[in-house]
Structures are given as structure tokens and as C-alpha cells.
């Protein structure tokens, strides 16, 4: 039976700081570390063990992938990173403390911004310190300017149906160590989440979360694996 496990990475500095973090590079905390280690040796205890891993381009993903499968012994399976894995694009808010925002823009504003279906975020100002488009990893790459949630889930459930989908049809354990947002998306799609609802879904780190997939390639019930 293929399975696929969606694991959000461990806390990150940013996370820490309560800061606005989006597509900007930023490593994990001590606790962010210990996530990781955690849902790897839960992996290993629980005999779901990947075969084949997915991380974006954004090193608090790609490590979190790194220390889980470390701790899991299967660091040495197939990797691919790919930039459409990627948190969503926060814009202009990139960087930006989460309660100064609130105090400068309203509850209200900040909360549509994170919150909405469809309503991204101001634009990031083009040669700001937080733009991305000169970005060596991201030469050739159409780096978004801000991305609302039905935005970051055009990018991402294309790359899910074109690269990983075939993985799991060959009866592969797809391991995906990605974002909040993300992973939002595939969770939308795989247990058919309406526009509403899923704006208020949580995705906590480092908890991995699976699908078992049955031979009309089906998704089941999604559950974390700390509870199945």
C-alpha cells in the first residue's frame, strides 16, 4: 500500500521571532532541530519508513528532511528538492514582526492577509533587502511577488499530480518535508477541504501526517503518525 508522509519543518528562527518568514532562507532553532530528530525516530518505531523524499528549496525544510531520515536510517534514499514545495510568498510582509503589523495595519487587515482564500499580501518592493529575484537557486524561476493561498496551491497540486503521484502509483513511501502553506494545499486536495475551511487548518512542525493510498490510488483518511 503506498503512503505518503507530510512532515512541516521543525520550528525555525524566524518561527521563534514571530516574524513574517515566506520564501526568505532561514535555519531551524535547537527545538526545530529536536522536531525533526523526533518525527524520524517516530518513522523508525513506527515502521513507515520512506523510500523516496520530496523538500523544497529552502533550507528549514531541507534539513528538517535531512536529521528526520538521520534519525529514521534512510538518509541514503532518493532525494529531489524543488522550488514549487516552497512556504508561500509572503510579499511585503516578508520579514516583518507579526504583532508590530497588526499594530500598525489592524487585526483585521493582518488576519485577511493571512488567513483569506485568495487575498495575497502587498507585492515585495522590487531590490528590496527580502527580493529574491536575483537569487542564484532561483535563476530561471518565476519568483512570485506575494502568493495568497489559492496562488501557492496553483503552483503546488501540479508538481504533486506531474512528479510525486507517479511515485506513489508505483507503490513508493513518499516522504515530503516542506511548509505550512504547502502542505495546506496537498491536504486540501487529498482530503477535500472547502476554500473556507481550509484557511483554518493548522499544520503543526515536525509532526508527520499520512496517507495510505489504496489501489485505485484513493487517499484515505489522513491521520499523524504519533496516533495511528
Known amino acids: 500500500m503506498a503512503k505518503l508522509i507530510l512532515v512541516r519543518h521543525g520550528q525555525s528562527q524566524w518561527n521563534l521571532e514571530n516574524r513574517f518568514t515566506g520564501w526568505w532562507d532561514v535555519d531551524l532553532t535547537e527545538k526545530g532541530e529536536a522536531e525533526a530528530a523526533a518525527a524520524g525516530e517516530l518513522l523508525k518505531e513506527r515502521g513507515v519508513l520512506p523510500t523516496v523524499a520530496f523538500t523544497s528549496f529552502q533550507t528549514r525544510a531541507i534539513r528538517t528532511l535531512h536529521i528526520a531520515l538521520h534519525k529514521a536510517d534512510r538518509l541514503w534514499i532518493p532525494e529531489t528538492k524543488d522550488w514549487r514545495l516552497n512556504e508561500r510568498h509572503y510579499g511585503g510582509l516578508t520579514g516583518l514582526d507579526k504583532q508590530e503589523t497588526r499594530d500598525r495595519h489592524g487585526d483585521e487587515q493582518v488576519h485577511i492577509w493571512r488567513r483569506s482564500f485568495d487575498?495575497?499580501?502587498?507585492?515585495?518592493?522590487?531590490?528590496?533587502?527580502?527580493?529574491?529575484?536575483?537569487?542564484?537557486?532561483?535563476?530561471?524561476?518565476?519568483?512570485?511577488?506575494?502568493?495568497?493561498?489559492?496562488?501557492?496551491?496553483?503552483?503546488?497540486?501540479?508538481?504533486?499530480?506531474?512528479?510525486?503521484l507517479p511515485m506513489l502509483s508505483a507503490g513508493e513511501t513518499v516522504i515530503v518535508s516542506a511548509h505550512g502553506n504547502s502542505l495546506r494545499a496537498l491536504v486540501k486536495h487529498l482530503s477535500n477541504i472547502s476554500d473556507d475551511d481550509?484557511?483554518?487548518?493548522e499544520i503543526p512542525t515536525g509532526q508527520p501526517i499520512v496517507y495510505e493510498f489504496d489501489d485505485a490510488m484513493k487517499p484515505g483518511e489522513r491521520y499523524y503518525l504519533k496516533d495511528g
Do not use: H, Q, W
Not at 529574491?132 to 496562488?151: F, T
Not at 481550509?198 to 487548518?201: A, D, K, R, V, Y
Open 119 to 164: 487575498v495575497p499580501p502587498p507585492d515585495i518592493e522590487e531590490g528590496s533587502g527580502y527580493d529574491l529575484s536575483n537569487d542564484s537557486r532561483y535563476a530561471g524561476i518565476p519568483v512570485p511577488k506575494a502568493e495568497s493561498l489559492k496562488l501557492t496551491i496553483e503552483r503546488v497540486l501540479p508538481y504533486f499530480t506531474s512528479s510525486i
Open 198 to 201: 481550509i484557511t483554518g487548518l
